[in-house]
């Protein structure tokens, strides 16, 4: 917490200031709030005590989301000293599975604003909203058009609880300060039905436009930012899989952009692909990998994974020759006339095929993932097939939420008979299967897209690279002990999130500046100069420079 000219109420109103029950006696007077908030001074323990018992007496995680959300509205300190006692507990409160529901229910669990809403009727206007956003040095907007949410399909302005639960684990993972950060939801309608005919529903009430519109749109916000933001990276999330592959072609050369769906979830499953390796003591090249879906998480998986295997010494032709991509109409193929321009590298010569089973059963891939956004792709049959054909199968269920994973980790080890390598995109609870206990892993991109984020941020780097996100990938990795990669944990433990971000993002600015992309000197030591950066959920001393308005 800054110091700052605000005083009396005002300071209570705002939530980066405000300490509600732990201003001390000196803070009270020097800011006038004797008698608007009781004659206590609490410690931050104390608070966090009171905020758990709070949490308790909720029956669900979404009424618990509500609370926190809430807590945000009016004590930002607090908020992020909860979420960051216990990460392994709020992060799925916060975010993935718990958000999923907020989502379908935002306009009806609104309370109040958070971010930005930009809506394409203020096109010509853009530079000019922008410039109502209170804080004038934003480093990151995370921003969607609601196209594809999580595994949810085209839910419009629902989909703004996105970008905003997205940019607070920046914060509570690794440390990224918040007021840096503004959450942004560009509006440029839906084809939801049942939303565009819900009177609670907060978006434009007309369908989305062509594709040369909505880009216009983009082009417009994209370059604004650029002037109003001139130190900001924008972080694209949820847009649809052509959406997100192409804005990214459109701006990654010329402005700070990434697009995490297809960047940062690629290098959360190279981590766990990299640990698949470690326990059967192959290389990433050694593996043959066939993909159930196609879009912006699994053609952006499949490019990474590529320019991965280039970094162990085989061409791009020979990497790209190893992955193959199953999607909605089959097996990609040659002969297919459906395929977008960045689907084609993975269209092999092959027989078409509409049966995933078929498919493994001709292709032999050593490793099966799931982006396909259905839950239960991975039946049965298909665990099977994979089993008999590999000793180690890898079978990555990453579609979220809940709901849509391919499989759950206990159909895996059982149907393999335990000899699956397993993670999910969400989090499991561990299985005890044939007497064996195993650690289902999470393969979720908030281990990258925070680390990504603090990289950036301290480095004020120029550009967002593939190799930043590889990098990061092979951190992630290096940090699951050994111990619990037996037990098939393939990801390093929440419960000491920020440390292992902290140790990535220290990985990842190592490599910016070693690429001539940071805009500051060389520190000595990356790891000492990383934690320098990170916010610390604790209040400042109000009392030290306040001034008071006249
Ligand atoms: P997308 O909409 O761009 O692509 C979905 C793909 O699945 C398309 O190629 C589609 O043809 C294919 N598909 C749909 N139904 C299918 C079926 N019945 N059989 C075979 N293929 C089918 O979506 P995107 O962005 O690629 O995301 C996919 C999933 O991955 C979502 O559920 C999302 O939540 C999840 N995801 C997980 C992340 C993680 O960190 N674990 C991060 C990003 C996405």
């Known amino acids: 917490m800054a110091s700052t000219a ?14 509600s029950t732990a201003f001390t006696e ?9 008698g608007l908030v009781p004659d206590v001074t609490e410690t931050e323990e104390l608070q966090l005590r009171r905020v758990m018992m709070q949490l308790s007496e909720k029956n669900t995680d979404l009424e618990r ?14 908020f992020y000293r909860t979420v960051m006692s216990d990460p392994a507990r709020f992060l799925p409160i916060v975010y993935d599975p718990t958000i999923a529901e907020a989502c379908l229910k935002f306009g009806h669990i609104y309370r109040q604003p958070r971010g930005m809403y930009l809506s394409i009727t203020r096109r010509g206007k853009v530079k000019e909203v922008l410039k109502n956003w209170p804080e004038k040095d934003v480093r990151f907007i995370c921003v969607t058009d609601g196209g594809r949410i999580l595994g949810l399909g085209d839910i419009g302005a629902n989909g703004a609880a996105i970008p905003i639960g997205k940019l607070q684990l920046y914060t509570a993972c690794a440390g990224v300060p918040p007021q840096y950060l ?13 939303y565009l005919h819900d009177p609670l529903y907060l978006g434009l009430r007309r369908t989305r436009p062509s594709t040369e519109e909505l880009y216009a749109f983009v082009d417009e916000f994209v370059e604004a930012v650029q002037e109003v933001f001139p130190k900001c990276c924008i972080h694209f999330e949820d847009w649809t899989g052509a959406d997100a592959v192409h804005l990214l072609q459109r701006y990654r050369d010329q402005y700070c952009v990434y697009n995490d769906d297809v960047q940062g979830t690629a290098g959360i499953t190279l981590a766990g692909m990299i640990n698949a390796t470690k326990l059967k003591g192959t290389k990433l090249k050694d593996e043959k990998y066939l993909f159930l879906g196609a879009g912006s998480a699994g053609v952006g998986l499949a490019n990474l994974l590529c320019s991965a295997l280039v970094a162990q010494g085989i061409s791009l032709k020979e990497a790209q020759s190893r992955v193959f991509m199953f999607d909605i109409n089959g097996l990609l193929e040659s002969t297919r006339k459906d395929l977008a321009d960045f689907q084609r590298p993975y269209a092999h010569q092959h027989a078409p095929t509409r049966d995933f089973v078929e498919a493994i059963e001709s292709i032999k891939p050593t490793t099966i993932i799931g982006v396909s956004t259905v839950g ?13 054909i590999n000793e180690r199968p890898v079978v990555l269920a990453l579609s979220n939420p809940t709901e849509h994973a391919e499989c759950t980790p206990e159909q895996a080890y059982t149907w393999s008979k335990g000899k699956a390598i397993y993670a999910a995109g969400v989090q499991f609870a561990p299985i005890h299967y044939n007497g064996q206990t195993f650690l289902p892993g999470q ?3 908030f281990y990258i897209f925070p680390a990504i984020g603090m990289a950036v941020f301290a480095t004020r780097a120029k550009r967002v690279t593939d190799e930043m996100f590889i990098e990061a990938g092979q951190a992630v990795a290096d940090q699951v002990p050994s111990e619990l990669l037996k037990q098939g944990l393939l990801y390093p433990l929440q419960s000491n999130i920020l440390e292992a971000e902290i140790q990535t993002a220290a990985r990842v600015a190592k490599l910016v500046f070693d690429s001539g992309l940071a805009r500051i000197a060389r520190p000595a030591d990356m790891v000492v100069f990383i934690r320098q950066h990170v916010y610390k959920p604790e209040y400042a001393n109000e009392a030290q420079g306040v001034t008071k308005a006249a």
């Open 6 to 19: 605000k005083h009396g109420v005002e300071i209570l109103r705002d939530p980066s200031l405000n300490k």
């Open 26 to 34: 000196a803070e009270k007077q020097a800011l006038d709030i004797v």
């Open 65 to 78: 989301y509500i609370y926190l959300v809430n807590l945000l509205d009016h004590n930002e300190t607090l």
């Open 182 to 194: 503004l959450p942004m939801y560009l509006d440029a309608g839906t084809n939801n039905e049942q």
């Open 376 to 388: 239960g792709a991975f039946n049965q049959k298909v665990i099977e097939t994979m089993s008999r």
């Open 443 to 445: 393969a979720n991109n």
